[in-house]
Structures are given as structure tokens and as C-alpha cells.
């Protein structure tokens, strides 16, 4: 089973830290939704644990869920007088890699499923 406790300690919060706990709670429901949805499966199993986690922390680095500012990214460095650009939003791609990152993982417990 997933926790958030287990989630701050591997992003580095404090437990008693529970600011974020509203969403890294919503992360790891999305996480654990994703995956079984993926794998048509109705119990996350206890060999996914770990790769869940993996997403989890993925998300939360990539999404920055819960903040209202959108977070910057670099969208052009130049080198000669030093120019650094920023622009906001999230990278569009990120939310198809995600997936895509722990297909091989996934699959080992992906059943056919027939609509």
C-alpha cells in the first residue's frame, strides 16, 4: 500500500511536514488509477510498489501539483553575454512519458481486457 509517509521521505520532506500531504495524497491516488487502469487490474500489486513510487515522485518533480504559479522553464540559453530565458508551463510531453517510462515494469502485470 502506498503512503504518503513513505512518499515525503523519498522526496526529501519531513514527516512532520504535512503541508503537502493533501497532494502528494492526490499524486499517489493518481499514481495507483494510472496503473491500474493501465494493467486492468483491480489491487495494486506488491511488485509495483516501488515503481509506483518512482512515478509518484516523477509527478510531483515534473507537474508541481498544488502550486498556483505555473513553474518556470528554461527555453533558451545563449552563452556569450550570458542570456537565460524562461518561459512558464509544464512540459506537454511529460504526462505521455510518464507512462511510457515504466511500460516495461507495467506490462509484466498487464492483463488483456476486452470492451
Known amino acids: 500500500m502506498l503512503t504518503v509517509e513513505t512518499l515525503k521521505s523519498l522526496l ?3 514527516v512532520t ?6 497532494n502528494l495524497a492526490f499524486i ?3 499514481v495507483s488509477e494510472t496503473i491500474l ?3 486492468n487490474i483491480s489491487e495494486l500489486p506488491s511488485g509495483l510498489l516501488r515503481t509506483a513510487y ?5 509527478l510531483y518533480r515534473n ?3 498544488g502550486e498556483a504559479d505555473l ?3 528554461v527555453s533558451s540559453i545563449a552563452e556569450g553575454d550570458t542570456t537565460t530565458q524562461f518561459r512558464t508551463g509544464v ?3 511529460f504526462k505521455d512519458t510518464l507512462l511510457k517510462n515504466y511500460t516495461m515494469q507495467l506490462n509484466r502485470y498487464r492483463r488483456v481486457s476486452w470492451k
Open 28 to 30: 499517489l491516488d493518481d
Open 54 to 58: 518512482r512515478m509518484a515522485i516523477d
Open 17 to 22: 511536514d504535512t503541508t503537502q500531504d493533501v
Open 71 to 73: 513553474p518556470m522553464i
Open 37 to 39: 487502469n493501465y494493467c
Open 91 to 93: 512540459d506537454s510531453n
Open 63 to 65: 507537474e508541481s501539483i
Open 12 to 14: 526529501g520532506i519531513a
